[in-house]
């Protein structure tokens, strides 16, 4: 390989970057969505041709196939069905865990064993491989019996955490305490529903959990008493309490980069750093492109790094601290829209006024936060924290009840913005590369999801939750047999004009019939039926032809003639 061609690439760590997450997302999509991996897999490297050089786009391609191979290795990890391993918990929510063998994430199931996040047990047990690639699991172990080993360090470190917040909620109460400890160090397993409700309203969301925002507010206190190797060493600690999420090993990554690019004589490049972070996350965790945490995480971040300063200086008449607050608000916002979109089908407008308002008071928190760990053995200092934070949280509470008086209110949106929010995005970078003609792109947008929602073809939809969208010709429908399904607020999203509980039969249009039996519904069309399952608790039919949605298998149809076509 010609070194010249490459030196030839500006920021060649951006393009391989690109190539390795682009190579786990194509290999997460190809099972149900082969067509949509590999035309966007072509339309890259057509265009990386296009922009750089063959040689260069060699190499490129030959990342490509190594993140491959590093996702093939991952979720083939040849366990047997009678597994003996060592087992690690990392993740323990009311319903579920999560621990990790070899460094592949399995769901842990089977009474009796008592375990706490960073515990190490050597056990015995079923294994049954159950792949969803998404969240990164090779299936699930049924623990039969295991050995507890000794403490590591990160179990040691979380039952730090753990006994931090019981002497939290002593002082401070059980709703504050959940709060100070969720800022200060992410442990959010009380943090109170209602306080999540309004920093999710109010834009600021982001900040109640542990991301790169704190990680680089502690280094910069960190730095102004302690020399570089020891901040960055007490750094890496930090990072572990914490549970090590995506945001904050990206910001510690970018931090090591910007300190250590001196030493070997090279200039920092922002751009350049937050490339290699999440080359490096998506090498040893493939599953983390398909994570909200990462990809809001990185895309923030890039909306920073690339708008931030523009926007400053357009906003150069306003005072410095409104003018940086208000430019990097709305940076982390154009790359970060779509996915909360589709992630959370609603998006708020409060940002800006969250961001200038409670985002300062919380890093107060923050930063008395983690004083408030250094002063754990000095009861008096840790009992006058305790008495400021108070007080902090008083002014907290009555800045969020003033916005809320105030709210310009979050807006529940339906999919079909994500597509034309994009397509803008795409369209105004391509006008300004001087491609003019692709500036039609947003109408064209405009005119798929139209038809999309009018629909001329029957189709059938399957909505997380329980509820099937019916659509044909205009006419949207939900129906459900669950009680607790939020009706209202999926009709919003989807558009539908009607919705239905525990209806018997609905007729469509297209001469299809759809019938309730008991907790399923069966698809009549002329004389062929199919049992649409929705709960697995149910006993399938064997006489009918049976579409899967409740395990993932399908998403929905379109209803041509007598005949379906499963997507």
Request: glycine share 6%; aromatic share 12%; with cysteine.
């Amino acid at each position: 390989m010609n070194i010249k061609a490459i030196e030839e690439v500006k920021k060649p760590i951006i393009h391989i970057s690109v190539s390795i997450i682009l190579s786990s997302i194509c290999y997460g999509l190809y099972e149900n969505y082969s067509w949509l991996a590999v035309s966007t897999a072509s339309l890259f490297f057509i265009y990386l041709w296009r922009e750089t050089n063959i040689k260069f786009s060699i190499l490129i391609v030959l990342f490509f196939i190594l993140g491959v191979f590093i996702n093939i290795n991952y979720y083939d990890a040849n366990l047997s069905e009678n597994i003996v391993a060592k087992v690690r918990l990392v993740e323990e929510k009311s319903y579920y865990k999560i621990g990790e063998i070899n460094g592949r994430r399995v769901y842990l199931e089977g009474e009796g064993l008592d375990l706490s996040l960073g515990d190490e047990v050597y056990i015995k047990g079923d294994f049954k491989e159950e792949i969803d690639k998404e969240r990164g699991i090779i299936g699930t172990v049924t623990i039969n019996e295991g050995i507890k080993l000794k403490d590591t360090l990160i179990s040691k470190l979380y039952r730090i955490r753990t006994e931090i917040y019981r002497k939290l909620e002593e002082n401070l109460g059980k709703r504050k305490g959940a709060l100070v400890a969720s800022l200060a160090f992410g442990y959010s397993d009380y943090l109170d529903v209602e306080d999540k409700d309004e920093m999710k309203t109010l834009g600021v969301i982001h900040a109640i959990s542990v991301s790169g925002l704190h990680v680089a507010l502690i280094f910069s206190v960190l730095r102004k008493f302690f020399g570089k190797g020891t901040t960055l060493g007490i750094l890496c600690i930090y990072v572990l309490f914490t549970g090590a999420p995506f945001s904050s090993i990206r910001s510690l990554i970018m931090i090591f980069a910007l300190n250590l690019a001196p030493e070997v004589k090279k200039k920092y490049s922002p751009l350049g750093a937050l490339a290699l972070s999440a080359a490096l996350i998506t090498v040893i965790k493939p599953y983390a492109p398909f994570q909200v945490g990462f990809m809001l995480s990185f895309l923030a971040t890039l909306g920073i790094v690339l708008f931030s300063s523009k926007v400053n200086k357009k906003l150069y008449r306003l005072p410095k601290f409104i003018r940086k607050t208000i430019a990097v608000s709305i940076s982390a916002q154009v790359f970060t829209i779509p996915i909360i979109m589709a992630c959370f089908k609603e998006y708020s407008l409060n940002f800006i006024l969250g961001n200038l308002i409670i985002v300062p008071i919380l890093n107060i928190l923050i930063i008395l936060g983690n004083f408030m760990l250094l002063a754990l053995p000095i009861s008096f200092v840790f009992d006058f924290l305790s008495y400021v934070i108070l007080k902090v949280i008083k002014i907290l509470d009555i800045c969020t009840e003033f916005l809320y008086d105030i709210d310009i209110g979050s807006h529940i949106v339906n999919q079909g913005m994500v597509i034309i929010y994009c397509s803008i995005i795409i369209s105004i970078y391509f006008v300004i590369k001087g491609k003019r003609k692709l500036g039609i792109l947003p109408f064209a947008a405009i005119f798929v999801v139209m038809i999309y929602i009018y629909s001329p073809l029957a189709r059938i939809d399957y909505l997380k939750g329980g509820a099937l969208l019916i659509s044909y010709r205009g006419d949207r429908k939900i129906i459900s047999n669950t009680s607790t399904i939020d009706m209202a607020g999926l009709k919003k999203i989807t558009l539908a004009k009607e919705g239905f509980r525990e209806v018997n039969e609905i007729r469509i249009d297209s001469g299809a019939t759809i019938e309730a039996k008991e907790k399923n519904y069966v698809l009549k069309i002329e004389e062929k039926e199919y049992l649409l399952t929705m709960n697995k608790k149910e006993k399938l039919q064997e006489n009918y032809d049976i579409i899967n949605f409740v395990d993932g298998d399908n998403k929905g149809f379109f209803i041509l003639g007598d005949r379906l076509l499963l997507f």
